[in-house]
């Protein structure tokens, strides 16, 4: 997600927001993933997602943030917003982060 207020015309890696923490995703050259209409993961929250996947859980009715389908499998819910992302986009996000860059996403950060 953007921050509020910024310019679409002129925006900065600071004004790209992980939409499960709501820190700047890009802030810190950590690894991030982008899914529809500008949502977006940070890996720390990746990985704790990825944790929390292994361990099972409830399903979710509402749409998946990532890729707006309802599906009725396993979610994530953010730590500190009502956003969510299902169980296919949490392994398609590590799958794509594995690939892309050096990140342990094993470790919590
Ligand atoms: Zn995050
Ligand atoms: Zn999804």
Redesign the pocket.
């Known amino acids: 997600m953007r921050r509020e207020g910024t310019n679409p015309d002129d925006v900065q890696p600071e004004d790209v927001l992980?939409d499960?923490?709501h820190?700047a995703?890009w802030a810190d050259d950590a690894p991030c993933v982008e899914g529809h209409h500008g949502s977006i993961?940070?890996g720390?929250?990746l990985t704790l997602a990825f944790a929390a996947l292994a361990q099972g859980g409830a399903g979710s009715s509402e749409p998946c943030t990532m890729c707006l389908e309802v599906r009725d499998e396993y979610a994530w819910h953010?730590t500190q917003t009502e956003a969510h992302i299902c169980r296919r986009c949490i392994k398609q996000a590590a799958g794509a982060l594995h690939k892309s860059t050096d990140w342990d996403w094993s470790k919590p950060k």
């Open positions: 992980c499960f923490c820190k995703a993961i940070c720390g929250c953010g």
